[in-house]
């Protein structure tokens, strides 16, 4: 009983997969690739949408459900004015948490100054078209971490 639910379930949602993606695709966008930390993102923006955020095929709360995640990743789409307005598709790998909704936000950028150029001068002003090239440091022969040295003995 409980395996026929699941398989049911997953049925579901595979024919819900296919069908978003044969809506996404069949229709004109604007593309994007951002990244940050060891995550990329390839945002896609459908003009003429009614403001759907699906991520990884999933809807974006589902898959940020951290506080706060959704309105970073919703703020490149206010400032462009477009808010509402376009439909955003993004597919992102790699990396954490931060650093995957860090490079949604910078393809989904990408992707609006594509759609409307104008809004170059906005994205710039709140650092959003700028790559953070802030990554791990690596560790170094003979220290613990990157720069944490073993305890120093006198004798």
Known sequence: ???????????????????MQGIM???EYHE?????????????VYPGGSGDVVVNQKPAQKYFPRTGDIDKLLYPLGL??????????????????TGQVDASVHAISRAL?????????ALRRAGLLTRDA???ERKKPGLKRARKAPTYTKR
Do not use: F, Y
């Open 1 to 19: 009983m409980r395996t026929q639910s699941i398989r049911t379930r997953r049925n579901n949602r595979e024919h819900l997969k296919t069908e």
């Open 25 to 27: 695709e069949s229709r």
């Open 32 to 44: 994007g690739v951002g990244r940050r930390k060891a995550s990329t993102a390839r945002a896609r």
């Open 80 to 97: 462009a004015g477009c808010d509402g307005q376009v439909d955003v598709s993004v597919l992102v790998s790699g990396g954490g948490v």
């Open 113 to 121: 100054l594509k759609r409307d150029p104008d809004v170059r001068p």
């Open 134 to 136: 802030r990554v791990k």
